[in-house]
């Protein structure tokens, strides 16, 4: 039951709506007000999203077989990763965790082993998602401990995204799982899940500190995102700790660069840019990037309300090339997409339910990028298809 109510639907709308509710505390003087052909536009997508919601899942009771992998089959994908993960911190002159704290020069940016680190990245994710609804089948403490080994990969590598993400993937495999809503929305439980965004938030802005901190070799500066911010006096003289002003901005600041694209740009219908809209908004860049070099097109900027703030929402780039035609035509994307499982032929999969929450995943990080052409993340809606097909193919025992 729990899918039902909670699906790619209604996550786009409540966190769009979360987003619109922290703008309006305007704890920065970067962000533009919100004009009203947005706020229209979201009012309307809310509206299509919540139609959408009430079908998606009517004719599909999740009735598909749960993953059932053997112990030697986890340790030895885990040990391979690892051996992988090894050749990247070689290549990287080392753990770039223990590197930061050591004060030593490290460069996020450029972390990793061209290609290799996107398989790395997307893989691993996939398999810590996979894994955990694998102990949630079984229930079994080893799965759960492999699945944390594969999650600490993210803090290992500082890629506070990437961490993120896997466990919103972990969150949503759990509220799929669940057979009623009663057993999901407990008192206890909700008190959890607040005090693990706390937690998880605070923890989010003390990585973001310690790492600029480090880049301009201090100890631990929390004044710094003030900076990177331009925090009003407001926020500055209030009691929050300035920790949690990092997510404020991450989660804020792609709103006020879609409304500042918006105000700015000077978008042309053409089926140029329809093309580059395309290439650029639709297709994996790892894709993309190629495309873009090999035939020399041009990539058109968005613009931004601060030079270091630069996620801007899934509809920025799209007004960037199409206006308010392209924001719609990416609309149009994002009612299809979670029909995905029925296309590929997920059904029956034992690898539904982890397909499902990575889309999820996918729909609730809208709110910070265009994820559809991020392969970062993209990507890893790949393997639960390539190996489902592989099954088929060659189904275990035969």
Known sequence: MGYRLINPFTIYVSSFSCVMLFYVLQWSSYYP????????????????????????????????PSPSPTLC??????LFLYSLWVIEFIYAGGVPLFLILLGKPFNYRTFGVPSLHVFLVTFSSFYTAYLFHTYLSSRKRVTLFFCLINLVVALLIMNRGMFLTNISTLFFIYIITKRSIQSIITPRKISILLVTVIILSF????????????????????????????????????????????????????????????????????????????????????????ITSTFNLEQKQNHQIAENLNASTVFSGSFTYWGWAGMFLILGLLLVIPYSFRLFGLTESSLLVTFLAMINTLYAFFIFDNMISFTGFSFQLVYPVLLSWLHKIYPTGK
């Open 73 to 78: 089959q986890v340790i030895g994908v885990t």
């Open 203 to 290: 923890l989010f802005g003390a990585m973001g500190t310690m790492r600029v901190s480090r880049e301009i070799k201090r100890l631990y500066d929390r004044s710094l995102v003030y900076e990177v911010g331009n925090a009003t006096l407001a926020f500055q003289n209030s009691y929050i700790p300035s920790e949690f002003f990092w997510s404020y901005i991450y989660i804020t600041s792609p709103m006020a660069n879609l409304q500042h694209n918006i105000s700015e740009s000077q978008p042309e219908l053409s089926g140029e840019n329809f093309l580059l809209l395309v290439n650029n908004e639709v297709l994996p860049d790892a894709l993309s990037k190629r």
């Open 33 to 64: 007000p919100l004009q009203w052909p947005l706020i229209l536009f979201f009012i309307f997508s809310f509206a299509v999203c919540l139609f959408f919601a009430r079908k998606i899942y009517n004719n599909h009771s999740f009735s598909s």
